[in-house]
């Protein structure tokens, strides 16, 4: 692995870049919401460490957490706890630093503050007060998943992020019940130590075929993102102990279509074929998706089918 210093330059490039950084407007009396990393300490944007040196002080989840942080990026800054147990008077006292002019940061543990993480009552006191929010966007364990599983594409880029799973049995059935027959993947949170139980119940409640992306300490030395039926997901658990160790990321993939011909009617593919003529295969699938209420990968897939037989391949 190369050094910083292999490269050529390096030290002039980050002056210029700090400098080119530190010569943007950094606005007094406003919230930053700062995106901090979820595992890897390199993940801290340039961005944000200038926001983090620069405000007045540090509104953090968990101040010892968030030293080691802003000690090993030579930030100063002050800090104050506002967690989920203070949020409301935090609130509060963040509107009075507002009120004096100063800048105040929010931070959670890792990754994005305010996003299945304290925060969002925060930053609603301050836009209610008046006040500026600016987010400095950063690491999301969520969107790394999503990167590294592949599960959507340009043509259906939906999916929708669940969060925690319940910790009951019978409460965390009915959750999957009802967040898997959304038509997108389900990104979801869940601990090592509630892993086999969930993987259990989502076999029971969306059957062994269901492809289930087991994406496991993101940008940390040993991350691993594995891809798997939700039958045999709990051998692949069980095949090593390391499987199940760790801080996960759960994605239940969106559940296989049968064959698109079976949800087609004929006059659908008739307009479709009329829409290939004058557009793009694209363009044919978002109109006759419009037209028709069917799902556009569904429309996508046949309008390719039958341009490429219209072609002759």
Not at 30 to 48: E, F, Q
Not at 90 to 98: C, D, K, S
Not at 101 to 123: K, Q
Request: charged content about 20%.
């Amino acid at each position: 692995m190369s050094e910083m210093s292999d490269f050529p330059d390096s030290q002039a490039t980050w002056k210029r870049l700090t400098e080119r950084v530190g010569g943007q407007h950094w606005p007094a009396a406003c919230l930053y919401v700062v995106a901090t990393p979820i595992g890897n300490l390199g993940d801290l944007s340039l961005r944000a460490w200038q926001t983090l040196a620069r405000c007045d002080v540090i509104a953090a989840e968990d101040t010892r957490a968030s030293r080691a942080l802003l000690d090993a990026w030579g930030v100063a800054t002050p800090l104050m706890a506002a967690h989920r147990h203070n949020e409301a008077a935090a609130a509060q006292a963040i509107v009075g630093r507002l009120a004096a002019g100063e800048r105040v940061a929010l931070v959670s543990d890792a990754g994005a503050p305010a996003v299945s993480d304290p925060g969002a009552r925060i930053v609603r006191a301050v836009r209610d007060a008046g006040y500026a929010v600016i987010a400095i966007p950063g690491a999301s364990a969520v969107i790394t998943a999503l990167m590294a599983s592949g599960v959507t594409s340009d043509e259906n880029p939906a999916f929708v992020f669940a969060g925690f799973m319940p910790a009951k049995a019978g409460a965390r059935q009915k959750w999957l019940q009802r967040w898997c027959a959304v038509p997108a993947p389900i990104v979801m949170f869940e601990s090592p130590h509630r892993l086999a139980a969930a993987v259990k119940d989502l076999v029971q409640v969306c059957g062994p075929e269901r492809m289930l992306t087991f994406a496991r300490e993101l940008t940390k030395r040993f991350e691993q993102v594995h891809t798997v039926r939700a039958g045999a997901a709990a051998d692949w658990l069980a095949q090593d102990a390391h499987h199940a160790q760790g801080e996960f990321v759960l994605i239940v993939h969106e559940a296989e279509r049968e064959t698109v011909h079976e949800e087609i009617d004929p006059g659908t593919s008739v307009l479709l074929d009329a829409l290939l003529e004058h557009m793009s295969v694209r363009d044919a699938a978002r109109v006759a998706a419009k037209v028709s209420g069917l799902p556009r990968d569904v429309l996508y897939a046949l309008a390719l089918a039958r341009q490429d037989s219209a072609q002759g391949h």
